[in-house]
């Protein structure tokens, strides 16, 4: 199934490989490169680049290109969704899941990765499995080896592994039980000139921290379940129950782990929450340009805007920025052209605004087309789509579990043409 896998840094360093069946050599790595040279960003690397004797798929996370080498064919996804556990599971280790993080921590990489695949296939992807199997690094840990000559491997099996539940390990006990979910949605979406929706699409997830003793069965309803679409699940939700029902009846992991994914496309049930206006404009004759934007809430449900970004890439004609802006910091780099505006939270009383001269370089024609504005947010306590979970709800224990929803919302790709 999956042969090798190699980690690439954004400067093209191979700075990690690992192999499970025979050894794949690094050469294979030039058909990756030289689609990473043809791609204009690194998002835009293909997934999947045949060879003449491999596949290679990769996922790009963290400023690290992840590539697996196949020998025979495989269904894609099935590669690419393992590739994103061994990331979580990196991240769920090692707290980030960066270059620097991984060199130091490279024999337990190499524990886990022996036995997140055997031969090639999966095994255990689950984080709590995996560590009781392997136990994460801590520094009074990692200096008892470094004296002793131990290693972190677990010294029995766990008994999840030995259960028709592999993904809980038996005998978990907490004082304080509590369930707690998180859905967060993200919203992406291409604005036109006029204000009009031009294309949205949310993506949501809801991500679970479990801490519950026992082995307790929950279920989670939903007051508007028809809303979701393209819904991705955690291995322990029962899919037939759903697919009735519409209802999650679930034995949880024990921890963190994501419940389910899911996407919202429908043009009229995706609601936008802010709303950009503009005048940017450039005379043919003059070295002069005029820039104004105000940013203002729209259907936000009277919650509050904030950690809002706005970021625009210049023409290359322009030279220099003079702006002055009602809240937050501004910086216009006139090397790469870029204008950053952090805004910060949005009073609707008094809308944040940022004007000012654009100084255009002399002799040249007014640039073909005005530039694009990118925007970043996000709003506590509201799911965008409007889904709302209606109860949860606990069988198979006796205790009373304390039980918490947050919800959120976030701009995935938010863009407005002007």
Known sequence: ?????????ASGDIFLEKHWKSVVSRS????????????????????????????????????????????????????????HRVVDTFQD???????????DN????????????????PLATESNILKELIKPPT???????????????????????????????????YTNNEAYFDVIEEIDAIIDKSGSTITAEIQGVIDACVKLTGMPDLTLSFMNPRLLDDVSFHPCVRFKRWESERILSFIPPDGNFRLLSYHVSAQNLVAIPVYVKHN???????????????VGPKQTMGKTVEGVMVTSQMPKGVLNMTLASSQGTHIFDPVTKLLSW????????????LKGSMSLQAG??????????????????LAISGLKVNRLDMYGEKYKPFKGIKYMTKAGKFQVRT
């Open 1 to 9: 199934m999956i042969h090798s896998l190699f980690l690439i840094n």
């Open 28 to 83: 294979v790595c030039d058909y990756f490169f030289e689609a990473q040279e043809r791609a204009s960003e690194a998002e835009n690397v293909p997934p999947v680049i045949p060879t003449p004797h491999h596949y290679l798929l990769s996922v790009y996370r963290h400023k690290i290109f992840f590539v697996a080498v196949i020998q025979s064919e495989v269904p894609p996804l099935f590669v690419i969704e393992f590739l």
């Open 93 to 103: 280790y090692f707290g980030v899941c960066s270059e620097v993080m991984i060199k």
């Open 106 to 121: 490279v024999v337990v990489v190499y524990e886990v990765l022996e036995e997140m695949l055997d031969n090639g296939f």
């Open 139 to 173: 520094i009074l840990r990692t200096v008892v080896n470094t004296i002793t000559g131990s290693t972190n491997v677990g010294d029995q099996l766990p008994t999840g592994q030995l259960s028709v539940v592999p993904w809980r390990r038996t005998g978990v006990k």
């Open 280 to 294: 940017i404009s450039f005379r043919d004759s003059s070295s002069l340009g005029r820039f104004e934007i105000t």
């Open 342 to 353: 952090d805004v910060g939270k949005i009073n609707p009383q008094k809308l944040p605004s």
């Open 364 to 381: 040249t024609s007014k640039p073909d087309e005005n530039p694009t504005i990118n925007l970043q947010f996000k709003i506590q306590q």
